[in-house]
């Protein structure tokens, strides 16, 4: 009995060794495990899978950038992987499906690095959304708890790892390449299919999400330890079509946006207590809040044509905009300057104070031959509820702990000082 016992456990490691050391090898989520060998593994094809979380949590500190740019998909797809022409450089830490509960982590681990200057968050309502909390390569990823080597034993014994590894040695061998969700040059009509197929959807969800308070509560004990140690803290709301912002109204969640602008402004308001940056990127304190949301210029250009296929020059879909706007974003940051009316500095101003501006500019292109389109097609399920079976999932007093203590894990102050004079 003891010889077959012998030769399972043989069996059994050294399948695990072959299934660890495979991963490893492959490294498809580009954590640099394994060595880069042509017509294998040279091209991390499947690196930005599973939301980018396991490439973004081992990006961090191999990376030498002074800021760090995170949001959802709408980062991801909205600013270029990096900017030079950004003080101290900036990096594209964006996951996709994101949200408050993941972010905080991102933002502790972020503020390890004594260079970090600036810290860049994307807002919206979703992200505070009270439902998941995190996605499944969240655990096996280094942002559920900054370790670094821990997290590259999880992902070389993920199973999802293997599945990623074999997906990108045959697209390494074949030549073949998984088609990216958005492209220059599109199937007659299919981007114009994908702005119509998105307000209805877009208005259940809208519909039936909540809001939670604690998830701002999490993200912002984060943010405001960035702040005290130096850290100039930026945040945006992102800017989306006209075809995707209307859901939220039609929705009846009017006052919700309204308030959680002004909930957000009086957040970023409240890290000037910190005070100055270290060193600030753009013009203003600890925190600074810019808006673009709000039907402004850019959510309001025309759909793409019926049988277009160039690329809409502003969105890729009505939730998701191309980087030209994105630079444009980081340009109205830097400067303190709006772009044609584009970006409201939420940082200098009452939100309250915008908001008939922003309803007036939503009635004017409602008025518009889009806008009447959009109404009729939105118009059935005016008044429906959303979907049912909305969980609200809270946060623990064990997963409040671990912020805790990544976030004392942030850089100082001194440090940041010293290596300015460096």
Known sequence: MQRYTRLFLIVLGSALALFTGFNALVDPYDTGTGPRLEGLNAVKTRAHEDGRRVQVGHGIGQVDVGTFVTGSSRT??????????WPGGLWNAGI?????????????????????????????????????????????????????????????????????????????????????PFMDVYPAGEQYRRFINTPVPTHAYYSAMRVSLQRMDFLFETLEALAREGVQVIGYIHPVHAWNEEAIFAAG??????????????????????????????????????????????????????????????????????????????????????????????????????????????????????GEALQDLLAPVIGQQGARGWQSVSISHAEWRSLAALNRSIASRQERERTRGD
């Open 253 to 370: 969640r009017a006052e919700d946006y309204f308030d959680f602008r002004a909930e957000m402004a009086a957040r970023f308001a409240a890290l000037e207590a910190a005070g100055e940056p270290v060193e600030a990127c753009v013009p203003g304190g600890a925190g600074v809040l810019w808006d673009f949301s709000g039907f402004q210029p850019p959510a309001t250009t025309p759909l793409p044509a019926p049988d277009q296929t160039i690329s809409h020059p502003v969105y890729h879909e009505p939730a998701h905009y191309l980087p030209a706007l994105g630079l444009d974003m980081l340009s109205v940051m830097q400067t303190g300057e709006p772009i044609d009316g584009f970006g409201v500095n939420l940082s200098q101003s009452d939100p309250r104070d915008s908001e008939a501006a922003i309803l007036s500019r939503r009635e004017a292109y409602l008025e518009t031959p889009d």
């Open 76 to 85: 991801v797809d909205g600013f270029p992987m990096q900017v030079e022409d």
């Open 96 to 180: 996709r499906g994101s949200n408050a509960f993941e972010l905080a982590h991102l933002a502790a681990i972020a503020g390890r690095e004594a260079g970090l200057r600036c810290f860049i968050v994307g807002l919206d309502l979703a992200e505070f959304s009270s439902g998941e909390k995190y996605k499944p390569a969240f655990p096996i990823s280094r942002l559920a708890d900054g370790r670094r080597w821990l997290a590259t034993a999880r992902v070389t014994l993920s199973p999802n790892t293997f599945a990623r590894a074999v997906q990108t040695l045959q697209e390494n061998i074949t030549g073949e390449r998984p088609e990216p």
